[in-house]
């Protein structure tokens, strides 16, 4: 959480720059496999992408690869087969339910020869205590659109005695609310932070009647390492202020040495509330 | 065995002069500005009968040893009128003088006929050093029309600039945190003032400011690239004067004079931003309560009650301070204090003795609700000094002297400022060293021709408790594991137990042979270890990086540079040049696991990662000291490799502050007596940068792929800046006088790129086209920007 502040440090320093697009002289790379899954306690169609990367300057999605043998195995011996979307080429879903405790191991080989591997451990998660709403009376004077002046706030508990990382998404009637921003990502280590998260406030602002949305994933450290990297990625500034920009750390391997993306298992926790009721 | 390596170099010099035994008698003295009574530091003091001479020391000091004889002296320094003295010397005797300022002159520069003695770029043993001119740093064009010192300590050969705007510089393929910044004596930890817009040196209280490469002489040590040793203004005490700058970004005022003439003298001067004073007026409430400002101030007493006994106090306060609409806020600053005993022993016999206590602190604050916090962090430092000059004969000047400091880093202390803040309170452990250094060094002259500075340095670092140090476990590389952190043991150090020693024995060494009467070489070797280290992995360090000591985490860091060069002077020495090489080899260089964090980490040790780097290069430098037009310029082309186990998959990389070619030009017209005109002119190859090399999705964000760390260059840097200064012609006849002073930065309006970062592809109107495009984007800061500022002295 600390870390956002720092950002607006910097941004402050540099409130005298301009900007401009710039373009840059990109040499042409082999594609590398991206693996993109997600496994909760939740009972529902987890999912696991494999797409390619493409140049920095293309255009379009990146394109999933199909025909891809995709499982998922817990240490208790069971094991979850995955199959492929008919409309998503490179979506693999498999229904189950995941239990907290577990570790899940992912196994994926792909035409091509490739194979990828790697596992993760569900922990506990806290529940939500409550979410409220209220309203910014100063943005209310002067909203910078129509209605929207609602903040949300979080109250929660967070256990003292064990380190724990959490990621957080925010939905307004099921879109993801990013604080305005195509790279927003709000995760965090509880090194910092009490026992008691007494109204946190969430992101951007919602209009009365919209249906607000909190959930909050428990996190392996390996999982918290890789989206605080994702994050100098997304929201580095080129290593002026920030560090020098690389690969985030994952959790994936593949034959020669660590791939792309992130297998991540996690317990969840989901709390609405109708804004302005 | 250390000890014993100093005592053989004693004995060296002792037998070394066999001459000790003659009669011998000793002329000494101080040497000031008649104006001001301010001591000159680097006057020359040259005999002709034994055509040889000594400099003044830092103090204005100078003595030489003599047989008894009939001589003719000459005092001379640059932008004075040389004085010249035919003494006959029976006995040791006192010559204090004081030396005049140079009419401006305008008709034609005067050639001397005799031989000048101006030729210290030939003449003097040490190379790799650069004298920062004050008074040309004022005439300039500036940022914001303030002078800075630290943006033309940015412009000499070998130095390189961390950024646009900022007050870093990286020396000889050293990063921003290997320069040691001396004021009056006294380490500054961050020299920036609005992130380095400015520089925490006001240039009117600047008296002297030397910055040493190579060859550093074994007084100075604890940093692995450069010294910048800046002394300040000891106050006039001849008649009480004083001076106000109103300027387009800051204003300040010094005063200065006699508490009692001659003997006791104090300056004072404080400088303040005022862009926040402006903000009271914006019609945007928010804007209003938005704070924005630095202050600094330099204050300093004097006292010679005799010549034998002189006494400094100085003080140096700053501070910069944001505040944006009461929800966020931070501020940091440094205070140091000096207090100097100056005292003769015996004509031949100097002594300097020094206490200091340096404080860096810096904070932030957050009143955002629920999420409450204030955090404090600092580093002090306590320090004692003892520098003994013994002259002697004129052919030996012998320094040696004794080095000892606490350190406290405390890398702060997070509290929730709210009863329902998130946040709880967490201090992070705090560190302590102490600091030793022993040093012995000799200047020599050989023969007419070859002199010699040598010396050396025991350093001996100690990092003690109380301190809890962890034994982390480790990777498959054998490095501290980041991901996966265990502490697999604990050991516990009481208040001043020591943790662990260290101990480095550091040669320095210079030699200068005359080729002729205008021409040298010289080459030189040195050994630096930097104990303290800067927990940064960025390009430019912020205020709020802290700094850590040597531990059993972490090794000192290591330089040792060769160095060789030709000094030649044109023109009665009314140019000098000359061109230097270096090599550099790095051991144990502090770098940072990839993607570490290292802000507010309780385990930032298994970050740590330390590896070998080399650095070399090739600096040209010319200068004009004479005549209306006055300037340098210099180039320097430089490479500069890392190579850190568990960075860059243990590739090896450019390091941030690596540069190819740099070139920079400084130039001041004297046009008339009222009208002066000066220009700027910097080139720089452009940064490295990690370029992305694809990207690629993950739960619907556009991810960058990158490959080699540093492996792409930002654009080229460059830069023109002109300046206008102004006189009026009443200022002849007037006690008060005004001075204007205009500039423009940034004349041909280039976007310099400060950095490049990519995002989503936006259309003009700041919109999403589509999500799946992405763009890079150049930051630059300065467009072309105009600046005034009126001085009035009296």
């Known amino acids: 959480m600390y870390k956002n502040y720092i950002f607006i440090l910097l941004a402050a320093s540099i409130l005298w720059a301009c900007e401009e697009p710039y373009e840059l002289d990109v040499d042409q790379t082999p594609p590398q496999y991206i693996i993109d899954g997600l496994i909760t306690d939740e009972l529902t169609d987890h999912y696991i992408k494999i797409s390619t990367s493409t140049d920095f300057y293309s255009e379009g999605k990146t394109p999933g690869v199909s025909g891809a043998l995709v499982s998922v195995s817990d240490d208790q011996d069971h094991e979850y087969l995955f199959t492929e979307s008919e409309t998503e080429p490179g979506v693999y879903h498999s229904r189950f339910q995941g239990e907290i405790g577990r570790t899940y191991s992912m196994q994926v080989n792909l035409t091509s020869g490739e194979t990828f591997t790697a596992s993760d451990q569900m922990y506990q998660v806290q529940s939500v205590d409550s979410l409220t709403w209220e309203i910014d009376e100063k943005e209310q004077q002067d909203p910078e659109e129509e209605g929207f002046f609602y903040i949300l706030r979080i109250f929660a508990q967070e256990p003292q005695e064990t380190v724990d990382y959490y990621l957080f998404k925010f939905y307004r009637n099921d879109t993801l609310q990013n604080f305005d921003s195509e790279t927003g990502l709000f995760y965090a280590d509880d090194e910092l932070i009490g026992g008691y998260i007494y109204g946190l406030e969430g992101p951007d602002y919602f209009r009365k009647g919209d249906v607000a949305t909190f959930t909050m994933y428990r996190l392996s450290r390996q999982a918290y390492l890789f989206y605080n990297d994702l994050d100098n990625v997304l929201n580095g500034d080129g290593g002026m202020f920030g560090p020098s920009p690389t690969n985030p750390r994952t959790n994936i391997i593949g034959k020669d040495g660590p791939g792309f993306g992130l297998f991540q298992v996690s317990s969840v926790t989901r709390e609405s509330i109708e804004v302005g009721e | ?794």
């Not at chain 2, 023109?571 to 090489?581: H, I, K, L, P, T």
């Not at chain 2, 009222?674 to 490295?688: K, L």
């Open chain 2, 1 to 794: 065995m250390k000890t014993i390596g100093v005592a053989i170099l004693l004995a060296f010099i002792t037998l070394s002069n066999p001459v000790i035994a003659q009669e011998k008698i000793t002329l000494s003295g101080y040497i000031k500005d008649t104006n001001n009574g301010e001591e000159l530091i680097g006057v020359t003091v040259y005999v002709d009968e034994l055509k040889n001479g000594v400099v003044t020391n830092v103090y204005g000091f100078y003595s030489l040893t003599l047989a008894p004889g009939e001589y003719h002296i000459s005092f001379s320094y640059v932008g004075f009128e040389t004085t010249r003295k035919q003494i006959s010397l029976t006995k040791s005797q006192e010559l204090n003088i004081q030396l005049e300022d140079a009419v401006t002159q305008m008709e034609e520069v005067v050639i001397s006929s005799e031989r000048a003695e101006e030729d210290r770029n030939v003449q003097r043993v040490e190379m790799s050093r650069n004298d920062i001119d004050v008074g040309l740093v004022k005439k300039t064009p500036a940022l914001f029309g303030e002078p800075d010192i630290l943006k033309t300590v940015q412009m000499m050969p070998g130095v390189i600039s961390a950024g646009e705007g900022t007050s870093s510089y990286f020396v000889r393929g050293g990063g921003a945190d290997q320069n040691l910044i001396l004021i009056d004596e006294a380490p500054i930890y961050d020299p920036s003032h609005f992130f380095g817009l400015f520089s925490v040196f006001n240039a009117d209280v600047i008296k002297d400011s030397e910055l040493y490469k190579g060859g550093i002489p074994s007084q100075f040590g604890g940093r692995l690239s450069s010294i910048l040793d800046v002394r300040t203004n000891d106050g006039n005490n001849q008649k009480f004067a004083g001076s106000a700058t109103i300027g387009t970004l800051a204003s300040k005022v010094l005063l200065e004079g006699p508490l009692q003439k001659d003997k006791a003298s104090f300056l004072l001067s404080a400088r303040r931003s005022y862009a926040d004073v402006f903000l009271q007026f914006s019609p945007d409430e928010d804007a209003r309560n938005n704070q924005v400002y630095f202050y600094d101030i330099n204050a300093k007493v004097n006292w010679k009650p005799n010549n034998n006994n002189r006494f400094f106090l100085s003080t140096y306060l700053g501070r910069d301070a944001f505040n944006f609409e009461n929800e966020f806020g931070f501020n940091w600053g440094n205070a140091t204090t000096t207090f100097r005993w100056n005292h003769l022993f015996n004509e031949r016999l100097f002594s300097n003795t020094t206490l200091i206590a340096s404080n860096f602190d810096y904070q932030l604050e957050s009143q955002a609700t629920a999420s409450e916090f204030d955090w404090k962090a600092n580093l002090q430092e306590f320090s004692f000094k003892e520098d003994i000059t013994y002259f002697v004969s004129p052919k030996n000047t012998l320094s040696f002297g004794g080095h000892a400091s606490f350190r406290r880093f405390s890398p702060g202390t997070i509290n929730p400022a709210s009863e329902t803040s998130i946040f709880i309170t967490n201090e992070f452990d705090k560190s302590y060293a102490f600091d030793y250094a022993l040093y012995a060094g000799n200047e020599q002259q050989l023969t007419s021709r070859l002199s010699l500075l040598y010396g050396v340095r025991l350093s001996i670092f100690q990092n003690v408790g109380e301190a809890t140090i962890y034994e982390y476990a480790k990777n498959e590389q054998g490095l501290p594991d980041n991901i996966n952190i265990h502490k697999l043991d604990s050991t516990v150090y009481d208040r001043f137990e020591p943790v662990r020693t260290f101990a480095n024995l550091e040669p320095r060494f210079s030699a200068r042979y005359l080729l002729t009467d205008e021409s040298s070489i010289k080459a030189s070797y040195h050994r630096m270890v930097q104990y303290v280290h800067l927990l940064s992995n960025s390009t430019l360090p912020v205020p709020f990086n802290t700094w850590t000591p040597s531990s059993p985490y972490l090794t000192p860091q290591k330089a040792d540079q060769v160095a060789l060069g030709y000094f030649k002077n044109f023109q009665d020495n009314a140019y000098e040049f000359s061109v230097e090489g270096y090599y550099k080899a790095l051991r144990d260089v502090t770098e940072f696991a990839d993607n570490a964090n290292l802000l507010l980490n309780d385990n930032a040790p298994v970050e740590y990662r330390q590896g070998e780097g080399t650095a070399y290069g090739v600096e040209v430098y010319v200068q004009k000291m004479k005549g209306a037009l006055t300037g340098f310029g210099s180039y320097t082309w430089s490479k500069t490799q890392l190579d850190i186990p568990g960075v860059n998959n243990d590739v090896t990389f450019f390091a941030s502050y690596d540069r190819r070619h740099v070139t920079n030009w400084v130039a001041n017209y004297a046009f008339s007596n009222q009208w002066s005109f000066g220009a700027n002119f910097t080139y720089s190859t452009g940064r490295p940068f990690t370029l992305p090399v694809g990207r690629y999705t993950y739960d619907g964000y556009n991810v960058d792929l990158f490959s080699g760390r540093n492996s792409y260059r930002l654009p080229n840097y460059h830069r023109l800046d002109f300046s206008a200064n102004f006189e009026p012609r009443k200022n002849e006849t007037r006690r008060m006088k005004q001075f204007w002073s205009f500039s423009i930065y940034n004349v041909y309006n280039r976007k310099n790129a400060f950095t490049v970062f990519t995002q989503t592809a936006l259309n003009d109107d700041g919109e999403v086209i589509d999500p799946n495009r992405k763009e890079a984007r150049l930051v630059y800061l300065f467009p072309i920007l105009p600046s005034v500022s009126w001085k009035l002295t009296f």
